[in-house]
């Protein structure tokens, strides 16, 4: 079954009645697909054939770098697509390895049969045509972080990032592991680096608060990078 309230909060159906995403599946051919826990949903290279939707459930985007480390691009929850960026086009392949975080279901829509929906539906259009705008700047900015070669210039570009140019403080969302992960080191390399950067009065941690003491000297360690 599908949660149609839940699928109006999907990027691709934003602003569209309960009632109308009915209608507009009611119209199409698609599958629902369910994935175990740990089970790959699509392999990195994979052509993409289907728009995938979350109906229940995470998974997480993983690519291996050219020294063999595995780096997380980002989790996904439901009811957010995947890989739209990536249904047409010459290299339409999917650019990430994805694994089901949980037990997950998720609506598998052939480009064929949505073509036919953007085709009928101008909002579905513009939706599609906004999401796939910010996969692309999410992806260039996902670019820019993994050219920095050490962990402390990742770890300065997410702090400075994420408190902007107003703030000088972050809540950290994640847990370290997941930092790790998304930084691509180990968990104890991530809180060495840290720990160093709250000996030199950097950055000060308090719980899951995260102080920028010096904006100034963080940056000099970007530019110097």
């Known amino acids: 079954m599908i949660d149609f309230k839940l699928m109006s909060q ?13 209608q507009i599946l009611g119209n199409i051919h698609y599958q ?3 994935f175990n826990r740990g089970e790959i949903v699509a392999i990195s290279g994979e052509t993409v054939q289907n728009l995938y939707i979350l109906l229940k459930g995470s998974v997480k985007g993983e690519m291996i770098d050219y020294s063999g480390k595995t780096i997380k691009i980002e989790d996904v929850e439901a009811p957010k697509p ?8 010459k290299e339409n392949k999917f650019p990430v390895t994805v694994t089901a975080h949980v037990d997950v279901k998720i609506l598998s829509i052939p480009v064929s049969e949505f073509l036919k929906v953007l085709q009928m539906n101008t909002q579905v259009l513009k939706n599609y045509l906004n999401s796939i705008s910010t996969r692309t700047q999410f992806l260039s900015q996902k670019l820019h972080f ?5 962990i402390r210039e990742k770890v300065t570009h997410f702090l400075l990032t994420q408190a902007g ?6 809540e950290l969302k994640n847990t370290q592991q997941q930092l790790a992960d998304l930084f691509g080191v180990t968990r104890p390399s991530l809180a060495r680096v840290f720990g ?6 950097l950055i000060k941690i308090e719980k899951k608060t995260v102080i920028l003491l010096n904006k100034n000297k963080l940056n000099t360690i970007l530019r110097n990078g």
């Open 82 to 89: 995947l890989a739209t960026a990536f249904l047409f086009g």
């Open 10 to 22: 999907c990027p691709v159906f934003k602003e569209i009645q309960e009632s109308e995403i009915r």
């Open 146 to 150: 993994l050219s920095f070669k050490t």
């Open 32 to 34: 629902i697909k369910s």
């Open 196 to 201: 160093e950067m709250q000996k030199e009065g």
């Open 165 to 170: 140019d107003k703030f000088h403080s972050i």
